[in-house]
């Protein structure tokens, strides 16, 4: 457990190598103290070792001075608490650190456990997601290049306008090969502060994973394999509730659907609180029709993104589309069907694949040139060797 750490400058190092990431984590005195529930001393001089890739135990027991027999059950217990990702890498097993954000912030609230106070961690988060200013909000969304993006409800989309494969939520999961569900990590968390959902959406069994990260996820119980039927079955679910479908910002193979509400998702916090383009949007807008719009508000609670406004001196509902994700979410809500989808006038093309992701975000920030040369400072050999799953996570 984290009482293990002798101080809060055994940290240093650690939170030095999570900064590496293209999101990293902004230091002040709630991270330190999430960290220190989250990792044991020994657990966070481990983590401080890892490189950005990928590496094997010997890589491991090289950069640390432990024995792989005494490493090898620490790396099983950290990745039993989601600390890090264990991965077929050939014919042996490579290990790769997790993010904060997103990464083991998540993955700590994904499973209903016992060995953390949860209660404690999810204020600590509140308080360091929200309440400090500026802070982690700035560092997760403030890159032009998002880490995220939305998704449409590709039915409510018109004949005449055209969903590309990466906006299909539906051919997302069919395609993937291999998918996941669980908790939400969002609405557990706000469990623990004594929260529930406005919009009653369900916590267990909603938020979905594919491909190399869901079965790693499976493999250390944060989430139970699923059909795609039934991943089929959780979309539907979701748009019941009038959630917005939300993945990684790319275009081949992403590895999540999460289905956000307006009141829990911190994604949609984000958009809600001063950072309207820190999600990425859809290539369609809301558009309210005036003939039907009776200014019933529905859509105004429907919206995940606080983008739908009344205009009383008109008697209809506006929508801001400086904001509006083009989802779809608040569609099925009106009763007079006064809502529907148009063509975004710029249509927006994500990255190809996570490596182009982050290598956007990192040059932004100007981390691109010192993440190059530490991954290639491990050795072409090591990568010929290990040869990572596409999918696995590496920058």
């Not at 090289?62 to 264990?86: F, Q, S």
């Not at 953390?116 to 982690?136: F, K, N, T």
């Not at 869901?214 to 699923?226: D, H, I, S, T, Y």
């Not at 509400?261 to 820190?278: I, K, N, S, T, Y």
Request: with cysteine; net charge positive; glycine share 8%.
């Amino acid at each position: 457990m984290g009482q293990l750490l002798s101080g809060k400058s055994d940290l240093i190092p650690l939170i030095d190598r999570l900064n590496r990431y293209p999101v990293g984590l902004v230091d002040n005195e709630q991270l330190r103290a999430i960290l220190t529930l989250l990792f044991s001393a020994e657990e966070a001089f481990i983590a401080s070792r890892f490189p950005l890739a990928e590496a094997s135990s010997e890589e491991l027991a090289a950069a640390t001075g432990l024995p792989v027999a005494e490493l090898l059950p620490k790396l099983e217990r950290m990745a039993d608490k989601g600390l890090v990702m264990d991965l077929p890498c050939g014919d042996t097993t490579c290990w790769l650190l997790m993010p904060g954000l997103t990464g083991f912030f998540e993955f700590t609230f994904m499973k209903r456990r016992t060995d953390l106070p949860l209660a404690e961690v999810a204020r600590l988060m509140q308080a360091y997601l929200h309440e400090v200013r500026p802070g982690q909000a700035e560092e997760f969304f403030g890159s032009p290049t998002q880490l995220t993006r939305a998704l449409v409800y590709e039915d409510k989309v018109t004949v005449t306008s055209t969903v590309t494969s990466w906006e299909d939520a539906r051919r997302i999961v069919r395609e993937a090969g291999y998918g996941a569900a669980g908790l939400c990590f969002c609405r557990h968390r706000r469990e623990h502060l004594g929260e529930t959902c406005a919009k009653g959406a369900p916590v267990e069994g909603i938020c979905i994973a594919l491909g190399q990260g869901a079965r790693f996820l499976v493999r250390r119980g944060f989430m139970q394999e699923k059909s795609t039927a039934e991943l089929l079955a959780i979309l539907d679910i979701a748009r019941g509730y009038h959630l917005t479908h939300v993945t990684d910002n790319i275009r081949e193979q992403p590895s999540f659907i999460c289905n956000c509400c307006h009141c829990c998702c911190e994604l949609m916090a984000g958009v809600r609180e001063g950072f309207p383009d820190g999600l990425a949007k859809t290539s369609f807008l809301a558009a309210v029709d005036a003939g039907r719009c009776n200014l019933c508000g529905r859509c105004f609670t429907a919206c995940n993104a606080a983008c739908i406004r009344p205009l009383p001196e008109r008697g209809m509902a506006a929508v801001d589309q400086t904001v509006c994700l083009g989802c779809g979410a608040c569609l099925e809500a009106c009763p007079q069907q006064a809502l529907h989808l148009v063509d975004r006038p710029a249509r927006r093309r994500p990255p190809r694949n996570r490596a182009a992701l982050y290598a956007r975000i990192l040059g932004e920030k100007g981390r691109l040139l010192p993440a190059v040369a530490a991954i290639t400072g491990q050795g072409v050999k090591r990568l010929l060797k290990c040869k990572p799953r596409p999918g696995s996570g590496l920058p």
